[in-house]
């Protein structure tokens, strides 16, 4: 199954490409989408445009995007709010699923913790995917993610299957969790 993970950002939107086989995880690409200085109308369509030409060169089966975290200034937040939407309307518009994850669930899966920082995300990725050099910030935030999925992809298509049978038992899954 080849995953494009994506890291929205206003400037900067990461993109990373995997392939999975069985357990064994293989690089494919990973860059950045940059948006020219200008308004946001023309920044948004620089993503929009920038997603679906990686979707059409990589032709991947599923994606996963970060979620947006809540910054302490709510213009910045409401920005990359929408830059991740035009992020998703281009996954969306090529018919890919798309999932959702949180920085912490993609620290967790790729460093083992959900407090490390930046650069031992990148450190981890190279490790992963056994990269010669380190990947920049941004690609190395998407791929982490494409590698998130790849790892909990599985585990979350096992817990809807058994969905009706949990709700049955007054459970139920929410954001990949069991809750009761």
């Avoid at 950002?9 to 200008?38: H, M, N």
């Avoid at 970060?66 to 200034?73: G, H, P, S, T």
């Avoid at 949180?102 to 407090?115: D, E, F, N, P, S």
């Amino acid at each position: 199954m080849r995953i494009l993970g994506i890291d929205p950002g206003l400037r900067v939107t990461g993109f990373g490409v995997i392939d999975k086989e069985g357990q064994r995880l293989a690089y494919i690409a990973s860059g950045t989408i940059r948006t020219p200085d200008g308004d946001l109308p023309q920044r948004l369509k620089s993503i929009l445009s920038g997603v679906g030409e990686v979707i059409a060169t990589y032709r991947p089966g599923c994606a996963a995007i970060e979620k947006v975290f809540v910054n302490v200034n709510p213009q910045s937040t409401l920005l990359l709010g929408q830059a991740r939407g035009a992020a998703i309307c281009a996954l969306v518009q090529a018919d890919l699923e798309v999932a959702e994850y949180t920085a912490l669930q993609v620290k967790q899966a790729v460093v083992g913790h959900g407090k490390a920082q930046k650069q031992q995300v990148q450190d981890m990725v190279q490790r992963l995917l056994s990269l010669s050099g380190l990947p920049g910030a941004d690609a190395a935030d998407a791929l982490g993610v494409a590698i998130c999925h790849a790892h909990s992809g599985d585990a979350l298509k096992a817990l809807q299957a058994f969905a009706p049978a949990l709700g049955r038992k007054g459970l139920r899954v929410r954001g990949g969790r069991l809750v009761g």
